[in-house]
């Protein structure tokens, strides 16, 4: 079963922060700084079993990434996690986005939301 978390986040210290945070719970990370490195990831790897994506990122953002997915055969879920809180909209497919988080975020609540995606191990995400 799939268990590595992708982290898609621009900010430095904040891909440190949340690999620190996965490792923590036991969970391998792989980190991607922009949409553009995240599609190239998930389209080469098998191990994915939650992406935490921030929205708004140089080059590919964080909603092409979403539309990537929605259009593909990749049914990874997703954690938006942003400093601009978009409401969960008829845009964000629900069997994709899974939860939106605002930065800064509440580690714990963050930690137990990626967690219990890993562990439900759902086979029709993929």
């Not at 620190?20 to 998930?42: C, E, F, H």
């Not at 939860?99 to 939301?113: N, S, Y």
């Amino acid at each position: 079963m799939p268990r590595t978390v992708l982290i898609v986040e621009d900010d430095e210290p904040t891909q440190l922060l949340l690999a620190a945070v996965m490792r923590r719970a036991g969970l391998p990370t792989v980190i991607a700084g922009n949409g553009q490195a995240a599609i190239d990831l998930i389209e080469t790897r098998n191990d994915i079993a939650c992406i935490i994506l921030d929205l708004m990122m140089p080059e590919v953002d964080g909603r092409a990434v979403i539309s990537y997915m929605a259009a593909g055969q990749h049914r990874i879920p997703i954690i938006v996690c942003t400093a601009a809180l978009p409401r969960i909209t008829p845009e964000f497919d629900p069997e994709i986005i899974r939860a939106v988080v605002r930065k800064p975020f509440d580690i714990e609540h963050l930690m137990t939301t990626v967690t219990e995606l890993v562990d439900s191990g759902d086979p029709t995400l993929r």
